[in-house]
């Protein structure tokens, strides 16, 4: 589990925790008799995932995939339970001092790494000493750099203090830990990404890691020693499927058990009786959102008023309806609708051209030589948007949004490029002018890593180059706070001048539309989605494909 302020990059439609919504089901599997149907070991589960993971040490990684593949291999001392509770994982318990500046876990006993060492306290501090470290490169490092102190009482006891309380202060052991005995030189030397846990992680979570085939795919095995039991399914193997046309077609012939669907695939492509025998559809608001992204390093897009007219430029409805067919809600802000930080107050830019043209012009941008394209000192304003291959939803946005820009006098171009040499290449070196992206955020509200003017470093997750000072302001009160009513209104008053100030153009908070192979069983919907109890699915032995240990 991830710690819940952890925002992700997104591939594709999330697959992410959800809060307080129904989830709606479709499909039907086989029937079996009660003693058939019964949990059982065994049978291998494939995940098509559309993007190749960066890596295999998840805590210096920021795209779904990896944390995906990193949510088997290693746990942390607390997680989410199917209500959305903070529970215990790798901690037995947990006790915060009334004046939120002393956390203290007690910790399993009964943990091993894959290896055979225990997990200890140690073990704990070092991953703080990690995430601290400024040889690491992490985008999660705030978070442990708002502690003061991490103390081994005892090899199963664990003391954290704090100068001041912070809001996400238990949420923030929800990271992975990692293995002191594996990494401590990699760490010391500022060596981490090279380490071969990076490549054959060794980890404590409820799989174990076999293969890694870049480009192709990953390979798990249950751990039979995990502390909460053996996991039903003995293999796990997420398959990279460049392509959301050819994951569909891997589901009508049942190349693959676990998938996203697009909007379209969902509502007209899977309604016949083949595709609802083998596959159970699922349906719930996720916590993500799409939004059309600006280098503000660009003098064109530091200007708020070229920003603020690209908002009345694009229709959103018309992207909700037209590209998700309805399957999503607008985003006026980082925030999703219904849950507590959300400030339903705050105003939507409207769809108006005219709006649009007048904001051009007043920030200089004119059609000066009549052939319907704005020019300003000479240059006309021309600029390309870049999202990732094989993602149909995104590329179709950009088109629309290529259109409405061209009617007002801008000239896009858009480039579809593979996803890890998207992040790598462009998006982590700042290489764009505007990018098409999915934000996948976490259950709490605190987004310092996003958008602080601090977090504009290649391995931070401020890509944009945002900076703004009451922003940077209000984000620190909001997480210095231990009460919900003081941080409800920062984050009010963020998410209004995040609505004038337009730094991203939000566009929806789009729905996950997951499917699963009938075969499996042991799936509970939840306010907490349906991965929350992934190590308890099985296949019956009657409707086990594969041999497997």
């Known amino acids: 589990m991830k710690p819940a302020a952890t925002p992700v990059l997104l591939l594709v439609a999330p697959l992410l925790a959800l809060i307080g919504c129904g989830i709606e089901v479709e499909g039907k599997g086989d029937a079996l008799s009660p003693a058939a149907s019964r949990p059982a070991y065994g049978d291998t589960f494939i995940q098509a995932s559309i993007g190749d993971i960066a890596g295999l040490i998840p805590n210096i990684t920021t795209d779904g995939a990896s944390h995906e593949v990193g949510d088997l291999i290693y746990d942390g001392l607390i997680k989410r339970d199917k209500e959305l509770n903070l529970v215990p994982q790798l901690a037995e318990s947990w006790e915060l001092s009334p004046d939120c500046l002393t956390l203290t876990f007690r910790l399993r006993k009964d943990v091993k790494w894959h290896d055979g060492w225990l997990f200890t306290g140690g073990d704990v501090r070092f991953t703080y000493e ?3 470290n400024p040889k690491t490169p992490t985008a999660y490092k705030e978070d442990f750099l708002a502690v003061k102190d991490v103390e081994v009482l005892d090899p199963f006891t664990v003391r954290i203090t704090y100068p001041k309380p912070y809001a996400t202060a238990v949420e923030t052991w929800g990271m992975w830990m990692l293995p002191r005995h594996l990494l401590a030189g990699y760490v010391q030397g500022g060596f981490l990404r090279e380490a071969p846990q990076n490549r054959h992680p060794i980890g404590n979570g409820s799989y174990r890691f076999v293969e890694w085939k870049s480009g192709e795919k990953v390979v798990l095995v249950a751990n039979p020693d995990h502390f909460e039991g053996k996991p039903y399914l003995s293999r796990i193997v ?15 012939t049942k190349g693959v058990d676990y998938a996203g669907l697009t909007a379209i695939q969902f509502k007209r492509q899977t309604d016949y009786r083949a595709f609802n025998k083998a596959y159970r559809k699922y349906q719930y608001p996720a916590n993500a959102y799409t939004y059309l ?3 503000h390093k660009d003098l064109r897009f530091a200007d708020r008023r070229v920003r603020q007219a690209f908002a009345h430029a694009i229709n959103k409805q018309e992207l909700i309806d037209g590209v998700v067919l309805g399957l999503a809600r607008d985003a006026t802000g980082p925030y999703k609708p219904g849950t507590w930080a959300y400030n339903p107050e705050v105003p ?11 904001l051009l012009a007043e920030a200089g941008w004119i059609d000066r030589d009549g052939d319907g394209m704005l020019d300003k000192d000479g240059q006309p304003f021309a600029f390309t948007i870049l999202t990732n291959q094989g993602n149909e939803e995104r590329k179709k946005i950009a088109e629309i949004i290529q259109q409405r820009l061209r009617e007002i006098g801008v000239a896009v171009e858009i480039r579809t490029l593979e996803w890890a040499s998207f992040i790598k290449d462009f998006v982590k070196k700042r290489r764009f002018e505007a990018i098409i992206l999915g934000w996948g955020i976490g259950l709490d509200p605190d987004q310092y890593e996003v958008w602080h003017s601090s977090k504009t470093g290649p391995d931070e997750l401020n890509h944009i180059s945002y900076a703004n000072p009451e922003v940077d302001r209000l984000l620190e009160l909001g997480r210095a706070s231990c009460r919900r009513e003081e941080r409800k209104r920062y984050y009010d008053r963020l998410q209004e001048v995040l609505a004038e100030d337009q730094p991203i153009i939000f566009l929806y908070f789009r729905d996950a539309l997951p499917v699963v ?7 509970e919907p939840s306010p907490n989605g349906i991965m929350y109890n992934f190590n308890r699915w099985y296949v019956p032995k009657e409707l086990q494909r594969y041999t497997s240990g």
């Open 130 to 132: 990690t995430m601290i």
């Open 238 to 252: 997420y398959r990279i499927i460049p392509s959301q046309a050819t994951i569909f077609l891997e589901l009508k």
């Open 293 to 295: 992204g600006f280098n």
């Open 348 to 358: 939507g830019f409207r769809y108006d051209p005219a709006r649009a043209r007048q």
């Open 517 to 523: 192979s009938s075969r499996v069983r042991g799936i």
